[in-house]
């Protein structure tokens, strides 16, 4: 580690039993980090086990478990964290109008407001030492739509204004804070999301069920189908530079579709990205 201002080399990662969140956590902990990890339960961690590692099952979408699991992370850390990165999400794909008002609470639960919950419990211990980090893993869906991700969309453009405004606020607090927009990972999201698809659409009862054979195509395939998509690593690079960086970004995009669709969105008039978006979407 290059920053002289970590005492106590604390970073707690939400969503660590695969992907994305694992990647991280193997990278810090090589790194010397101290690494308080958090997964649904404790044994999808079990890959994880090691020296300096310290597991904790939260539900994001349960405001107990939350509260329980920042409390558990103050106690290990002493009150002394250097970096928080929210990670753990999921997707629940299925057209607006045949989201139900459950399921569509259940991803800003768990994409929004757990997250939202577990930064402001930890922001004291981020801000004791002066120079806290506080990164949030939203994704190039936070800045452009897909068809048949309003749900997911949704949850990310709402993250992306949270973590803005805490921007705005923590100016001068020695936290600073970044988000990070993957385009496509590598990882078994796409498979989780197949099950919330499979559980929460009725596919039989949509006008949109053609396109659903498409969509379940998509999150069902074996590789994933998406063009440039790239390992978890590429995610650690962006993390890296904000952890260590004495000026870190306030925004990393991921991947080449990531650039190309942030750049097409500040190009092209509405009407034109609309239909860009929707022949993406028609690949899924």
Known sequence: MNNPKVKEPWVMVTGVSSGIGENL????LNAGYKVVGTARTLTAMDNLAQQNFYPLALELADEESVSRAAAAALEWCDGDLFCLINN???????AVEDLTRRELEQQFAVNVFGTHQLSALLL????RGGGGRLINISSILGLVVFPWQGAYNASKFALEGLTDTLRLELAGSGVHVSTIEPGPIRSSFRHRAL??????IDVGASRHADSYARVSAYYAATEHPTPFTAAPDAVWKRVQHALH???PQSHYLVTFPAYAL?????LLPIRGMDALLRKLGSMR
């Open 195 to 200: 099950d919330e698809f499979r559980r929460g």
């Open 25 to 28: 956590t193997q990278y810090l």
């Open 88 to 94: 753990a999400a999921y997707a629940q794909p299925g």
């Open 124 to 127: 004291p211990a981020l801000r």
């Open 262 to 266: 942030a750049f097409l969105r500040r």
């Open 245 to 247: 960086s004495s000026r």
